[in-house]
């Protein structure tokens, strides 16, 4: 049955029936109808699905046996599209074989300080990056007749007060920071279906939000499919439904409903409205519907889980060649971790795993001669347990410490109060580190952490929270069995006070003022000069990378052509590598406060011994774009740019200018009280208004007569800084207002 006919079949409590859900987890049926119900279940990086007697939202019950992948935080550092597309794929045929029909990810809110309690779920700091990997998710989950369900929308970027808490945020720095990435997803998954947040947006929760959903989301990004609230995060029902909203969830006793339907009767919402919220309901119906369920190959499924964690961990640090181990040496494993792995984050996300993989049972596979001190109980340790360890880890050639973030450090509800790791950690690997100078650190978190003992370490291994299989993948890349490829997706700041949003996380009382704007993550630590401990894209190998003969297709073009670049990437030592090559684009515009460069493309590409490869890139304008409030639209300043080539933010070895002609004038809304130096900076202007300026000149003070404002650079200074008006009263009756007004009208015209 076609979708209008379903919506004249439907009465119109039906139809409010529909826009609420029918328990926690399912939406409203109508079988007589043809309108089956939809299964939803968490799932950024593994299935939650929950039995509809033991529900919740937190993870607090038990839920179905799953594979679970590496947390968005881990994954995003592959930086590998097609891997993380295989990762949704797998979660999509999880998914099918559990009779799911949306999954609730993927994460992707930005990083906008390390404190939030959430970050291991989230892929960046940056939206490029997030947009990129999340519609490659998508695209992967949705090849199975599963919809995605990207979340939190938007400016979810804390988890204190998250249920009242208003983001306030400017106009510029949403659209190129917060909402970028969603509209990513959005276009080129393209997702199916769209999760609200809990927090409020310039006053406004984003489910009742009409010009984020109404203008935005389906206006602007043409998204057709159901906008679902977060579990709990519905306001006023008829307003949300008014705005673009599909679905309240979860399902209540029915009041929602009939809210729905008294505002109808009473006209403050229309029943075409309601017919809209249905009509993209019906769309992820009839997307998911037909599908074929697949057998259930969990050991397939691991394997996957396991190459994801492989190719993302981070070699933050490698001193003296320290990695890769020698199998044949005797080696110390210090830390609880090693053996009990920190390998989820807690809340909503969390999964029953399919089968753990401790790091130290597959380094005994590997290591003969092994050693073994847990160091510290969770969070505490004793005098004993620290020299028991470092006693071990001196009779050893090496040692191995696992350290990091218990699991009540970071959790979905709550957020950090410090980077700091629990001092009997920093404790324990001082006290080694003295003992043993070969010294490896692997590290467990969620999100960035203070590393005070980094002088101490030799090597420095990021393993996030990697999943079920990040044992295996710890084991074999120190080892060398494979070689670390990951970068970071985030920046890892020196201290917690470097952090652009230190001032204003999380906010006061119930308001939280973004004051940092688009200076978010390399972008602020770049333009302040800040150096931080690990750069955004940093991350080494086991072989090294050499970058050359970089081409850009044309030296200048304008912002309606693309610019296609390439360059050549060669593997120099003596190891198989995957590297990840970033470009960036350098801004020149100082018209406006822009960042020094951003990211707007990248490659992962594997490269044997010797072997060298072409890369090529296609920018087009948005490459090159800033947001224009005053148009309502991506605009780019003509100008000269460059383009950087790098194997990290703070790495570039290649660039090359090009120069951009915008083929947009933005036009000056000329008043009595513009400055002449927003005149005089356009040419067309400046040589409509010096004629006047001609006539006056002669009756100017401060000497201004005698100067050419032309060549003088002091008297174009002084003029400069004075608008029509004060220039105006400097000659008096040689200026009078009609004439000024007359001028003004002559310089408004001929934009």
């Given at each position: ?63 179905e046996p799953s594979v679970c992948y ?126 609200s947040s809990y927090n409020k947006v ?453 660039s090359a200018p090009v120069h951009v ?91």
């Amino acid at each position: 049955m076609k979708t209008i006919d379903i919506l004249k079949s439907l009465t119109l409590e039906q139809k409010a029936r529909l826009c609420v859900g029918m328990n926690f987890w399912m939406t409203q049926n109508f079988p007589e109808k043809g309108i089956p119900s939809l299964f939803m279940s968490d799932g950024p990086h593994g299935l939650r699905k929950q039995d509809l007697n033991a529900s919740d939202h937190l993870g607090l019950n038990d839920s179905e046996p799953s594979v679970c992948y590496p947390t968005g935080s881990l994954a995003a550092c592959s930086w590998d599209r097609d891997l993380i597309r295989e990762m949704g794929n797998h979660l999509g045929q999880e998914a099918s074989q559990l009779d799911v029909d949306i999954l609730l990810g993927p994460a992707m809110n930005i990083k906008r300080s390390p404190l939030c309690g959430r970050n291991f779920e989230y892929y960046s700091e940056d939206p490029y990056l997030t947009g990129q990997l999340a519609a490659a998710f998508i695209q992967g989950v949705q090849s199975n007749g599963v919809s995605a369900c990207p979340k939190h929308f938007v400016a979810n970027n804390q988890e204190t007060r998250r249920k009242a808490v208003d983001t306030l945020i400017d106009e510029r720095t949403l659209r190129e920071i917060y909402l970028a990435g969603f509209e990513t997803a959005i276009k080129e998954g393209p997702s199916w279906s769209l999760m609200s947040s809990y927090n409020k947006v310039n006053g406004t929760y984003p489910a009742e939000h009409t010009h984020l959903i109404s203008e935005i989301v389906r206006g602007e990004w043409g998204f057709a499919g159901a906008l679902i609230t977060d579990w709990g995060a519905m306001d006023q029902i008829a307003a949300s439904i008014h705005a673009g909203l599909t679905l309240q969830m979860p399902g209540d006793d029915g009041t929602s409903a009939r809210k729905l339907v008294r505002a109808v009767e009473k006209g403050e919402i229309s029943e075409a409205e309601l017919d809209q919220a249905v009509t993209a309901l019906l769309f992820v119906i009839e997307k998911t519907r037909g599908r074929k369920k697949g057998e259930k190959h969990g050991e397939q499924y691991h394997e996957v889980a396991y190459q994801v964690a492989s190719q993302s961990m981070i070699l933050l640090k490698n001193e003296s060649g320290i990695l890769p181990l020698n199998p044949q040496k005797k080696i110390a494993v210090i830390g609880e971790m090693a053996k009990q792995p920190r390998f989820q984050g807690s809340g909503s996300s969390h999964v029953n795993v399919f089968r753990l993989v401790d790091a130290y049972s597959q380094i005994e596979k590997i290591c003969p001669q092994l050693c073994y001190a847990p160091g510290y109980s969770d969070e505490t340790t004793t005098p004993e347990m620290i020299a028991e360890a470092a006693r071990i880890a001196k009779n050893c050639d090496q040692v191995v410490l696992f350290a990091g973030l218990p699991s009540s450090y970071e959790a979905e509800s709550y957020d950090r109060q410090d980077m700091k790791m629990p001092q009997a950690h920093n404790d324990l690997i001082a006290a080694v580190a003295q003992a043993n100078p070969e010294v490896v650190v692997v590290l467990s978190n969620g999100s960035p952490v203070e590393i005070p003992w980094l002088g101490q370490a030799k090597g420095l291994l990021e393993a996030y929270l990697g999943g079920e299989a990040s044992g295996a993948a710890i084991a074999d890349i120190l080892f060398g069995r494979v070689n670390p490829s990951g970068k970071l997706a985030e920046t890892f700041p020196v201290k917690l006070e470097d952090n652009p949003s230190y001032l204003n996380f999380p906010g006061e009382g119930d308001r939280v003022e973004y004051r940092e704007g688009i200076f978010v993550g390399y972008r602020y630590y770049e333009k302040k000069k800040t150096r931080p401990a690990f750069a955004f894209g940093h991350g080494l190998s086991y072989t090294t990378y050499a970058y050359s003969d970089l081409k850009l297709e044309k030296s200048s073009l304008t912002d309606q052509e693309q610019l296609k670049v390439s360059f050549k990437v060669k593997n120099t030592g003596q190891k198989a590598g995957k590297e990840i090559i970033q470009l960036y684009v350098k801004n020149s515009d100082y018209q406006i406060n822009r960042a020094v460069k951003e990211l707007k493309e990248f490659a992962k590409i594997s490269l044997a011994p010797g072997e060298e490869k072409e890369v090529a890139f296609v920018l087009g304008k948005r490459a090159f774009a800033y947001y224009d409030v005053s148009l309502q639209d991506w605009h780019v300043n003509s100008g000269d740019y460059e383009i950087c080539i790098g194997a990290a933010s703070d790495d570039i070895r290649l660039s090359a200018p090009v120069h951009v002609q915008s083929t947009q004038k933005i036009k000056l809304h000329i008043t009595r009280n513009t400055l002449l130096l927003d005149i005089l900076a356009d040419p067309q202007l400046e040589e409509a208004f010096l004629p006047f300026y001609t006539q006056i000149k002669p009756y100017l003070p401060f000497n201004l007569n005698q100067k050419d404002l032309k060549t003088d650079k002091m008297a174009r200074s002084m003029v400069n800084n004075m608008t029509l008006n004060s220039l105006a009263s400097y000659v008096g009756r040689f200026l009078s207002d009609e004439e000024l007004e007359k001028i003004i009208q002559i310089l408004n015209n001929i934009q």
